[in-house]
T-cell receptor
Framework: QKEVEQDPGPLSVPEGAIVSLNCTYS??????FMWYRQYSRKGPELLMY??SSGNKEDGRFTAQVDKSSKYISLFIRDSQPSDSATYLC???????????WGAGTKLIIKP | SQTIHQWPATLVQPVGSPLSLECTVE??????LYWYRQAAGRGLQLLFY??????ISSEVPQNLSASRPQDRQFILSSKKLLLSDSGFYLC??????????FGPGTRLTVL
């Protein structure tokens, strides 16, 4: 079993819809959670960073961490065609600076 | 502000040829540096990381090596490329917290 599981998709939704992207993990020591967005043939860019549990909002994006369920989510409101990309989750524990990565979910927003 | 550069952007090489990919970071000193490989439709595989000049840690035994001859320069090399070395190579730097910031990547095709 991988430490971090992420559905590869593709997930196709119409423009304006609310998108929910998710990752599950097995290591209860993970405390730092990140979401990256990667456009085709580009390097990943950091979208959201959360420490421990709770929600964090930034514009149309909300990151949610549920440590009891070992489950993290990224919500995108009012989705736009420009949101079409691969979304990668990453996480790490207190004891180690290395990031453990999900495989990424490919998101397609249809105009 | 900090900027990370990678070159070349694209490379096509025959099997058995050598490889040298370069990564440089501007606007910071003593960054933690990382080399990742991303296969098509896959997540990020950590290859090497470095906490300082001449200090390299290898995560995966393979046909590749890394060097850090200067504080803000990180080089990925191979003496003889294999078909399985094809992929998207990403350099990243970590300023001091948990988040990593990526360069634009090098797409390597080994024929």
């Amino acid at each position: 079993q991988k430490e971090v599981e992420q559905d590869p998709g593709p997930l196709s939704v119409p423009e304006g819809a609310i998108v929910s992207l998710n990752c599950t993990y097995s290591n209860s020591a993970f405390q730092y959670f990140m979401w990256y967005r990667q456009y085709s043939r580009k390097g990943p860019e950091l979208l959201m960073y959360t420490y421990s549990s709770g929600n964090k909002e930034d514009g149309r994006f909300t990151a949610q961490v549920d440590k009891s369920s070992k489950y993290i989510s990224l919500f995108i409101r009012d989705s736009q065609p420009s949101d079409s990309a691969t979304y990668l989750c990453a996480m790490s524990a207190d004891s180690n600076y290395q990031l453990i990565w999900g495989a990424g979910t490919k998101l397609i927003i249809k105009p | 502000s900090q900027t990370i550069h990678q070159w070349p952007a694209t490379l096509v090489q025959p099997v058995g040829s050598p490889l040298s990919l370069e990564c440089t970071v501007e606007g910071t000193s003593n960054p933690n540096l990382y080399w990742y490989r991303q296969a098509a439709g896959r997540g990020l595989q950590l290859l090497f990381y470095s906490v300082g000049i001449g200090q390299i840690s290898s995560e995966v035994p393979q046909n590749l090596s890394a060097s850090r001859p200067q504080d803000r320069q990180f080089i990925l090399s191979s003496k003889k490329l294999l078909l399985s070395d094809s992929g998207f190579y990403l350099c990243a730097w970590r300023p001091g917290g948990r988040t990593q910031y990526f360069g634009p990547g090098t797409r390597l095709t080994v024929l």
